[in-house]
């Protein structure tokens, strides 16, 4: 079956620190990747995305690459603000399964401090 | 343009009550779909529904009951609470694509079970 493993948290860093959030996945297909953040108090929301292999996903600072040999889908931003404190979500969507179901990872907790 | 919105926000119930969750969606999306979060657990998916009258289960159904009636409500049912219930949950649409499937989440239903 599919699956999603993050690096645990939480992660507290400083303001204008690099953050790397590792992401490993298990799949049976070739499947799109994505990186959700939650927000304190509200739903998820689609952070980046990436579709096949070596692909870059990017927004608001942060990038990840899909890495089909190692399979895994980094989360990274070269400069964490404040307003970056969430929650952040790796999944998977395996489509060629004939599902269009994501699987999540358990979340890594972000935490930013002045 | 609401996007997801569920009713109600907050709830508690006692063990064996009953109660139906509301999510709404207005961007005429075919999927929906429930899940539960769980602290450490990330998001797992209840039940989901790819068109009108259809639903099908998730990994975690036993418990819960849905029903979409209509295209752009998705309905979650609780015929007997319990504490085990006690979860946040989430909404989530999305069109019917192959490529990706970007899911769009409501605020979601903090639900305590006494």
């Known amino acids: 079956g599919n699956s999603v493993t993050q690096m645990e948290g939480p992660v507290t860093l400083s303001e204008e620190a690099f953050l790397t959030i590792n992401c490993t996945y298990t799949?049976?297909?070739?499947?799109?990747l994505f990186w959700y953040v939650q927000y304190p108090g509200e739903g998820l929301q689609l952070l980046l995305k990436?579709?096949?292999?070596?692909d870059k996903g990017s927004n608001k600072g942060f990038e990840a690459t899909y890495r089909k040999e190692t399979t895994s889908f980094h989360l990274e931003k070269g400069s964490v603000q404040v307003s970056d404190s969430a929650v952040y979500f790796c999944?998977?969507?395996?489509?060629?399964?004939?599902?269009?179901?994501?699987?999540f990872g358990k979340g890594t907790k972000l935490s930013v401090i002045p | 343009n609401a996007g997801v919105t569920q009713t109600p926000k907050f709830r508690v119930l006692k063990t064996g009550q009953s109660m139906t969750l509301l999510c709404a969606q207005d961007?005429?999306?075919?999927?929906m779909y429930w899940y539960r979060q769980d602290p450490g657990m990330g998001l797992r998916l209840i039940h989901y529904?790819?068109?009108?009258?259809?639903?099908a289960k998730g990994e975690v159904p036993d418990g819960y009951n849905v029903s979409r009636l209509k295209k752009q409500n998705f309905l979650l049912g609780l015929e007997s609470a319990a504490p085990s219930q006690t979860s946040v949950y989430f909404c989530?649409?999305?069109?019917?694509?192959?490529?990706?499937?970007?899911?769009?989440f409501g605020p979601g239903t903090r639900l305590t079970v006494l």
């Open positions: 799949a049976t297909g070739y499947p799109s």
């Open positions: 989530a649409s999305s069109l019917r694509t192959a490529s990706y499937n970007e899911q769009f």
């Open positions: 961007m005429n999306h075919e999927y």
């Open positions: 990436a579709t096949k292999a070596d």
């Open positions: 529904s790819v068109g009108e009258g259809t639903t």
């Open positions: 999944a998977l969507l395996d489509s060629g399964a004939g599902s269009y179901q994501l699987t």
